[in-house]
């Protein structure tokens, strides 16, 4: 999306028929045609070509980032032709699940197990993601993508671990979208038989509709939150296939009802898995990395 | 607000119809939007109007036709209507439902010249 108006897409099939603006920072080799009330045009306009889709996402304010801040904008098209109904019956999210469909492929025959962490912002994701690569790094190949609004602090933390990481940052964006994910494939190094994590923007209501091409969604909540969470925002629990129940080290300190949560999140999700764990403490943990184990052996490969 | 992702994405839908189909504007777009989805018709309609400004759909009408929940009730054995994701059946009141309608996020139609 567009940062200096809002307008503009982030998702884009084949890159020929939305040319871009590229306002500022991203050296997106296109421009874009001047639409009837698009009024910011600051930028240099280069020539291309519509049928080159080539371009490679080279943004250049740090290695391992990408930036859909900066989004393209609108086209406009001329002329006149009889009017008419067209049926069309295709599903708003197609665009994305087609990208989603092919980074899935990508990481079977990459052998790469992919889990999608989805939470509110503050539930601990990437400590628990810091933690959980600690523990497992001599045993599996581990990536990170990282999903934030603005700063690539977390993929920093990430990297801290020796584990490689790419941070994606979506401007105004509130998820993070399967094509965004396929272009963090591009950049990530990422070793044949790897887990691979992608830690979403935190918002427990927008990443649910998005499938990035994942095994799993792993819905994080904390005990500083309310146990009527499922309730409130059934869509992601509906979505996920664990709940991790983080910071239980804060218990004692709180009137948080365990059983409550996790009947909550039954509730809108009979199938669902629930741990209660503790990045911090590590309570639960091994749970964790069991549930993982179980299914990334069909896919990914530990280290021998 | 995901909605104005959404709202994009029915733009790409439009742009692939309009690269087979041929044609320069559209007049109406018609969307079913299931009352279990993911998406809040309010909200599609707050971002209408400024996500398609400046597109080939700039300038057109949206209608969204809502669809009604439903589900399966195993106890029951059969399909009833269904308020939210999680509700208990209408008749016997106790069983879990499993939703089979209403997550509908379709681009339905338009109307093009």
């Known amino acids: 999306m567009c940062t200096v108006c809002g307008c503009g897409i982030s ?46 996402h080279q943004h250049d304010r740090t290695a391992g980032l990408l930036d859909f801040g900066n989004g393209r904008a609108g086209v406009h098209i001329a002329g006149m032709g009889q ?72 993929a920093d933390r990430i990297r801290a671990t020796g584990a490689p990481a790419v941070q994606i940052n979506t401007g105004k964006g509130c998820h993070l979208d ?7 494939l591009d950049r990530l190094s990422i070793q044949s038989g790897s887990l691979l994590f992608v830690e979403n923007v935190g918002n427990l209501v927008c990443p649910a509709a998005f499938d990035l091409g994942e095994a799993h969604k792993v ?41 409550a949560c996790l009947a ?16 911090r403490t590590g309570e639960g943990l091994a749970a964790f990395y069991s549930w993982i184990e179980e299914r990334a052996y069909a896919v990914a490969d530990p280290v021998p | 607000m995901h ?20 044609f320069s504007r559209v007049r109406a777009i018609r969307l079913k939007v299931g009352r279990l989805g993911h998406a809040e018709p309010e909200a599609l309609r707050f971002c209408f109007e400024a996500v398609t400004s400046g597109t080939i759909a700039d300038g057109a009408k949206l209608e969204i036709e809502s669809v009604p929940g439903a589900g399966w009730c195993s106890a029951c054995r059969r399909t009833v209507p269904l308020e939210e994701r999680f509700s208990a ?25």
């Open chain 2, 89 to 113: 059946c209408l008749h016997c009141g106790k069983s879990y439902v499993r939703v089979t309608a209403g997550t509908e996020l379709r681009l339905a139609e338009m109307e093009v010249e």
């Open chain 1, 178 to 184: 399967a094509h965004m994910v396929g272009h963090a």
């Open chain 1, 264 to 279: 909550a999140a039954q509730r809108v999700n009979p199938r669902i898995r629930s741990l209660t764990v503790s990045a």
């Open chain 1, 83 to 154: 009017e008419r109904t067209i049926s069309i019956e295709r599903d708003i999210l197609s665009k994305n699940d087609a990208f989603a469909a092919t980074n899935r492929v990508r990481l079977q025959n990459a052998r790469v197990f992919a889990l999608n962490l989805v939470s509110s912002p503050g539930s601990g994701k990437t400590s628990l993601l810091v933690r959980t690569i600690t523990d497992l790094k001599d045993k599996w190949p581990i990536a990170v993508i990282e999903g934030d609004q603005q700063t690539s602090r977390d």
């Open chain 1, 219 to 259: 819905v994080v909540l904390s005990v500083t939150e309310g146990e009527d969470k499922p309730l409130k925002y059934p869509d992601m629990f509906a979505a996920a296939d664990l709940m991790l129940l983080n910071k239980s080290d804060l218990l004692p300190h709180l009137d948080f009802d365990v059983s």
């Open chain 2, 3 to 22: 909605e104005i992702s959404l709202v994009e994405s029915v733009i790409a839908l439009i742009e692939d119809e309009r690269r087979k189909q041929g």
């Open chain 1, 11 to 56: 998702v884009d099939a084949e890159h020929s028929n939305n040319p871009g603006h590229a306002p500022g920072k991203s050296s997106h080799d296109h421009s874009h045609p001047h639409s009837p009330g698009h009024h910011h045009h600051e930028h240099d306009h280069l020539p291309h070509s519509h049928d080159d889709h080539e371009h490679d």
